[in-house]
Structure formats: structure tokens, C-alpha cells
């Protein structure tokens, strides 16, 4: 039996995609990313601005409120959260995961920065969503909260990826649930 998989998707035009590769190029150069695989970098970067794209175009389809970092240059610490939504009249942080296919298909894990749970969980968003990226369609596959994100690191592995230069921790797919994503969204303020 095939288990049935539950996502939003939405598809950024082709231009955009060139376009975001031209600013991550520039994005390497500018901040000087010397000894690290570059062509990889590139395409972490523009995995991410796709999704973000995505998902900002999902937002603006239900008419809901939301602050959106942009393409944004500099060091993490002056990044922001990658979205701002209101929920009942509080702003609350949600950033993006973007997976790889193997990741998602053949592991189906999520990959989370080691540093970033070790020494800024300050920085971490109030929800994560999952999301795939390819040839310029995005899938949003489900969400999770801070509080569950940091449980489930809490307990997870750390791998080290020799392709990103960096050590990560990896929870299970599972953990995202495609319902909250949609509650989420839903109970989202209109803009």
C-alpha cells in the first residue's frame, strides 16, 4: 500500500529562478564564503529563497498578514525569522526546511543546523515548516512547533555533511504534521 503524502504546493516562473541564482552568486562573493563547497552554497540559497517565494505567494492568495525577510545579505545573526504572522493577535516566527528529495523520499528526516540548536535556540522560529523545492514547484509537507523541534533535537542524532561543511541533527519527517500546517494558515490574521 502507498501511503498518501498531504502538502501545499506552489510554482515559481522560470525567471525567478535565474534571478535567484544571480543573487546568490553575488550573495557568495560578498560574503566571502572561501573554503566551502560554493556551487552547493549557491544552491542552498536558492532552495531557500524559492520556498520562502512559495510560500509568501500562498499568504498573499488567502489575504493573510505576514512580514517576510527577503533576500536578505549579511551574517545569521541580523536574518530575522524568515515570516511573521499575527494568531489571534500575536506575532509568531515561522521559519522554512527545505529538504532534499533524498532527504524527504529515501530518509524522510529533516536536517537542522547543530550550532543553531546548541548556542542560539533563542533564534530558533516559534514553527517550522517542510518544504521541498524542485525545477521551481515547492511542497509544503507540514509543520511543527519550537517547543516539539527542540524535544525532538534534544534526542536526535548529529551527522556531519561533508557536502554543507557542517554538522547537523536529523528528526523524523513524521514529526511535521500537515494539519497543524493548515490550522496554521487558517487561523493566520487576514491582511
Known sequence: ???EINYLQHQVPED????????????????????RNKEVKIQN???????????????????????HRGLYFGDAAGAGADFTVKIDGQEVSVGLRSVSPESL?????????DDRF?????????????????????????????????DSLEHSRVLYSKKNQEKFRTISLENFKFELLQELIEKTEKS
Open 1 to 3: 500500500m502507498v501511503e
Open 16 to 35: 525567478l529562478l535565474v534571478f535567484f541564482r544571480k543573487q546568490a552568486e553575488q550573495k557568495i562573493q560578498a560574503e566571502n564564503w572561501a573554503g
Open 45 to 67: 540559497f536558492v532552495h531557500c529563497w524559492v520556498t520562502e517565494e512559495a510560500f509568501k505567494q500562498i499568504l498573499i492568495k488567502e489575504q493573510k498578514w505576514f512580514r
Open 105 to 113: 523520499n529515501i530518509f524522510k528526516s529533516v536536517a537542522y543546523p
Open 118 to 150: 546548541r548556542d542560539e535556540k533563542d533564534k530558533i522560529a516559534d514553527y517550522h515548516i517542510v518544504c521541498n523545492h524542485e525545477n521551481g514547484f515547492t511542497k509544503f509537507y507540514g509543520i511543527i512547533s519550537k517547543e516539539d523541534l527542540l
